[in-house]
């Protein structure tokens, strides 16, 4: 069975409150592992923004995946909970990993078509609005 992790994250403590929980974002991937046939290699989870660099368990995510050759694939709910920032989507491509976005229902990997690549852009640069915007206001 090919290996995956589970990436989770929330931006604050009342966003979990108000029912964005880790949880339920967990089952999720976990009911999409078991339909896929993926192994849960390990978990990580944030609750803190990702407007900047820098969250613990995202880092440490990428440190694993380092270590850990054997383990390509990533599972995460959409692009918005995996990062909103450049650098971060950068790291990530970085490692040669394929990224699920579970529902977005898309699969990325070095091997993407363009089309769905530039859809995945897209998504990125609207959740980085979305922070930018709430800068503003």
């Keep these: 069975m090919p290996q995956a992790v589970l990436y989770t994250r929330v931006s604050s403590r009342e966003q979990q409150q108000e029912g964005f929980s880790l949880e339920a974002q967990s089952r999720t991937l976990r009911d999409y592992a078991a339909r896929g046939g993926y192994t849960i290699a390990a978990t990580f989870q944030d609750v803190e923004t990702a407007k900047t660099t820098g969250r613990e368990a995202f880092s440490e995510m990428g440190a694993w995946l380092k270590r850990?050759?054997?383990?390509?694939?990533?599972?995460?709910?959409?692009?918005?909970?995996?990062?909103?920032?450049?650098?971060?989507?950068?790291?990530?491509?970085?490692?040669?990993?394929?990224?699920?976005?579970?529902?977005?229902?898309?699969?990325?990997?070095?091997?993407?078509?363009?089309?769905?690549?530039?859809?995945?852009?897209i998504h990125l640069v609207m959740a980085k609005s979305y922070i930018d915007n709430l800068r503003e206001e």
């Design 68 to 121: 850990n050759q054997p383990c390509r694939v990533v599972l995460v709910e959409k692009t918005d909970r995996l990062y909103r920032d450049f650098s971060d989507a950068v790291t990530i491509e970085k490692l040669d990993v394929e990224v699920h976005l579970v529902k977005d229902g898309t699969v990325l990997s070095r091997d993407s078509k363009s089309q769905d690549k530039l859809i995945h852009g």
